[in-house]
C-alpha cells in the first residue's frame, strides 16, 4: 500500500444548509464517508465520472487552453 500523497488542488466551494445537513446525515451513516468534506469529495467525484460515462460531460482538446482551470 502506498503511503505517499498524490498532489491535489484544494478549491473551496459553498454549500446550502440543507445539503451540508444532509451530508452530515451521510457521514452519521457511515456509506459515503467519515466526514463532511469526504462524503462530499466522494459524490463529486462519482458525478463527474459518471457524467462523463453518460455523455453529459466531454473534454475538447483546446490547444491553447490547456493550462486554463475553470
Given at each position: 500500500?502506498?503511503?505517499?500523497?498524490?498532489?491535489?488542488?484544494?478549491?473551496?466551494?459553498?454549500?446550502?444548509?440543507?445539503?451540508?445537513?444532509?451530508?452530515?446525515?451521510?457521514?452519521?451513516?457511515?456509506?459515503?464517508?467519515?466526514?463532511?468534506?469526504?462524503?462530499?469529495?466522494?459524490?463529486?467525484?462519482?458525478?463527474?465520472?459518471?457524467?462523463?460515462?453518460?455523455?453529459l460531460l466531454a473534454i475538447r482538446d483546446n490547444s491553447r487552453?490547456?493550462?486554463?482551470?475553470?
Open positions: 500500500m502506498a503511503t505517499e500523497k498524490a498532489e491535489t488542488d484544494r478549491i473551496p466551494i459553498t454549500l446550502s444548509l440543507a445539503t451540508i445537513g444532509y451530508l452530515e446525515r451521510l457521514v452519521r451513516q457511515g456509506t459515503h464517508g467519515t466526514s463532511v468534506p469526504g462524503v462530499a469529495r466522494t459524490l463529486i467525484e462519482e458525478g463527474i465520472r459518471n457524467a462523463i460515462k453518460d455523455g487552453n490547456n493550462n486554463h482551470h475553470d
